[in-house]
């Protein structure tokens, strides 16, 4: 049954839903041909390059935390697979697909790249084109590229090789991608297929009659299980719409008659043609986590016989939609560039793990398959880090996302048997510290985002918040790590090693955040009425007290007897802080920044001590834990520094270029950060539904809500450089609060900010603090 799939088959199985993308395609052209394009300032290949921020160089570690990690990837926005020129072949720890150093491509790869991230590929393939003799071996046919020749998209990419003389073009679907290759001179051209996997493992087959490729790459897990298998593959399912001339499969260099091969190394499978000047040869790729018979049928509901341009077009059309989302107007075109990279990057996850028909891998299983009834089911959660600004943005601009990711969690709590902390691959990890998956449902909840069962994700996040798994499942990655001396202790001791983490110790950081998560819950259990928790919780909330040291004024490692560990550097990484230093990790109290300041000695002293990390030079927008710092003044009576300090970072850590990330982009929370922060408000604590409020960038800003409403942000500059708040003013009336709300966003309305050259009095009441 898997081989007598013909185009005519496809062809009656895509007739219907054909005729419904050309319709589309024309009503779109022809109704939004005046409508200005986004997708022209959207620049993929920003990201790519390590960063040259004065932050980035001072504060990350070799290597990694200087690169975001990004890719030019094409695809939609949460797509099951992007599609990327690859310049690495590996699926490694830290190594993404595309590299804009890198001087030789070896192909065109299917990725679930975690983008901007330093964690791992999986399940990916890669297709690379070979022309005039046949060459199986990488360091033979990889090729040299510039950047000069590419074109890149969200929808759209295309490389020009002079050396082959041929042109690579290509575009996406939710599960499928679209090559097209274009022959610049008549000569032989092979097509190498190979799973991309560091273990040698993997499976293709050519079906010559029948003009298909299809095979898998097992996934693999990272983190705690690391090198197990992840129980599911990476299936891919390749229609040729020309005739096979010839054939064969091949691992590394020695090639083989055989139509297919299994888990060898550097293996693959090759389709040869004669290619005549000016000739296309078109592939239509189908992908899935479920099975081939899932890749083959996603790719008849998504792109069945539709042309290349068709489906290019459709991208265009679904990212413009998504993009126009959030309209934003100023006579600076480098900002809009800036503006609409950080949206394509802060929509790339979640990841679609589902097939059309809803199926997809049971979490944490052993090649299980499940359906949902209706929805589908999402996974590659970042959650240490987009539970900050990438998912509270999703919130407000795809709240019905939103419930899809949420039950997703349920699900996978479900069938795990506890709430994963940082799910990616579809499996437990225990990457990370905190509890953030959480917080996010909290937030979700909190904000009446609850198309879901919301005692089903309560119970499951009151089991991670008071119970520890068995042995056996606690090193598998289930439950809160440390969570035992958590609970004695009221914070994690330096005597809790925490051995069973990718991240050992970190015992301070992980108070820390515990203490947040503790707090998220207890709005959670408020809303739904469970007293004794709401109490117990709100006490466990104030944890962060007790890794406070009030003789040094920061947050430090403390002994199981109450002592202060002797190893304390305000400005340099100590073991039981998590990517950061002492003093980065003091100011993360999101849920009650008046009771720091308490222990700083008062508002005064709180500010006095964010001079102080901005004087020193000490702030470091390249890591999430600091993200919420340049607003902390907005509690303070000195909101205009806030002001400033948002502005500069805006200025000097963000720009179009390569190297325009000052470090992992992290699923696109280091791009949501900047989205936030341009329109004039940002989630400071995530789960209470307020914004912190900063001066726009941006002279207007017109944001499409559910509901057919629009919320509008108007700048009026006393000059062009004015950034300190003058007056705001909300639907016409004078507006004296730092922060506005979640309900007042969402409700639609105008919010307008008046600015000036110097600080003015604005905001420095009492009664105007969050």
């Known amino acids: 049954m898997y081989y007598n799939l013909t185009n005519k088959r496809l062809a009656k199985l895509s007739s219907c839903k054909n005729s419904i993308i050309h319709l589309i395609c024309l009503a779109f052209f022809c109704t939004g041909a005046h409508a200005q394009s986004l997708l022209p300032y959207v620049q993929p290949l920003s990201g790519t390059a390590g960063s040259t921020t004065g932050a980035a160089l001072k504060h990350s570690e070799a290597g990694s935390e200087k690169n975001a990690n990004t890719i030019p990837a094409v695809g939609l926005p949460f797509a099951m697979t992007q599609w990327t020129p690859q310049t690495q072949q590996t699926e490694n720890k830290c190594i993404p697909p595309y590299f804009y150093k890198d001087t030789m491509l070896s192909g065109f790869r299917g990725t679930h790249w975690l983008s901007g991230s330093c964690t791992q590929d999986y399940g990916s393939f890669t297709i690379m084109p070979v022309v005039g003799k046949l060459k199986t071996k990488a360091s033979d046919y990889a090729l040299p590229f510039s950047h000069d020749q590419e074109t890149t998209s969200p929808a759209y990419y295309k490389l020009l090789l002079p050396q082959q003389k041929l042109q690579v073009e290509m575009t996406a679907t939710a599960r499928s991608g679209f090559m097209q290759f274009t022959a610049a001179a008549a000569d032989s051209l092979y097509l190498l297929v190979t799973p991309n996997s560091d273990q040698g493992k993997g499976y293709v087959r050519i079906d010559v009659k029948n003009g298909v490729v299809w095979g898998y790459n097992p996934a693999h897990r990272l983190y705690q299980g690391k090198g197990e298998s992840a129980g599911f593959k990476g299936w891919f399912f390749i229609r040729i719409e020309k005739a096979i001339g010839t054939s064969g499969t091949f691992s590394g260099a020695e090639v083989f008659a055989a139509n297919e091969v299994l888990n060898k190394k550097q293996a693959g499978a090759y389709v040869g043609f004669k290619m005549k000047k000016g000739e296309q040869l078109r592939l239509s790729i189908g992908t899935s986590f479920c099975s081939m018979e899932g890749a083959r049928n996603n790719l008849a509901a998504e ?34 560039r800036i503006f609409y990279t950080a949206m394509y990057h802060a929509m790339q996850h979640p990841r679609l793990f589902s097939d059309v028909d809803h199926t997809y891998p049971a979490f944490a299983s052993n090649n299980q398959l499940k359906k949902m009834a209706d929805g589908q089911y999402y996974d590659d959660f970042s959650m240490w880090d987009t539970y900050r600004a990438q998912l509270p943005l999703m919130e407000i601009l795809k709240p019905e996302k939103v419930n899809a990711f949420v039950q997703s969690l349920i699900l996978k709590g479900q069938q795990g048997g506890w709430l994963p902390i940082f799910p990616c691959w579809n499996n437990y990890t225990a990457a990370m510290i905190g509890d953030h998956v959480t917080a996010f449902i909290a937030s979700a909840y909190h904000k009446g985002i609850r198309q879901y069962d919301t005692e089903a994700a309560y119970q499951l996040m009151r089991k991670n918040a008071f119970q520890t798994p068995d042995d056996k499942d606690y090193k598998n990655g289930m439950g809160r790590r440390a969570l035992t001396t958590y609970l004695k202790y009221g914070y994690i001791p330096m005597q809790d090693s925490v051995p069973d983490a990718y991240h050992t110790k970190e015992q301070v950081s992980r108070t820390l955040e515990y203490a947040f998560d503790d ?126 300090a948002v502005r500069e970072i805006i200025k000097n850590e963000y720009s179009d270029g390569p190297g325009g990330l000052s470090g992992n982009d992290d699923a696109g929370q280091m791009s949501a950060w900047y989205v936030f922060a341009s329109l004039g408000f940002y989630p400071v604590n995530p789960v209470s539904n307020e914004y912190q409020l900063t001066s726009p960038l941006f002279d207007q800003v017109k944001m499409k809500l559910q509901g057919e409403k629009t919320f509008e942000i108007v700048t009026h500059k006393r000059s062009p450089e004015a950034v300190y708040m003058e007056k705001v003013f909300l639907n016409g009336k004078f507006y004296e609060k730092k922060y506005i709300t979640y309900e007042q966003i969402m409700e639609g309305g105008k919010l307008e900010f008046w600015l000036q050259d110097s600080p003015g009095p604005w905001g420095h009441t009492q009664r105007s603090r969050p």
Request: zero cysteines; proline letters at 6%; a neutral charge.
């Open 519 to 644: 707090y998220a819950l207890s709005v959670m259990a408020k809303g739904m009425n469970k007293d004794a928790d709401f109490k117990l919780l709100t006490k466990r909330a104030l944890n962060y007290v007790n890794v406070f040291d009030p003789s040094v004024g920061m947050v430090r490692g403390r002994n199981e007897d109450g002592s202060w560990d002797p190893s304390f550097n305000a400005d340099k990484r100590e073991a039981y802080i998590t990517e950061g230093t002492p003093r980065h990790y003091t100011f993360y109290v999101p849920h009650d920044i008046p009771g720091l300041a308490r222990l700083m000695g008062g508002t005064k002293p709180f500010e006095n001590a964010l001079d102080s990390l901005f004087h020193k030079n000490e702030y470091w927008h390249g890591n999430e834990p600091g993200h919420q710092i340049p607003f902390l003044y907005n509690y303070t009576a000195s909101p205009f520094k806030t002001q400033k």
């Open 303 to 336: 792109i069945g016989t539709s042309s290349f341009d068709d489906i290019r077009k459709l991208a265009e059309q679904n990212w413009e939609t998504s993009l126009s989302q959030v309209t934003v107007q100023t006579t600076n075109e480098k900002d809009k």
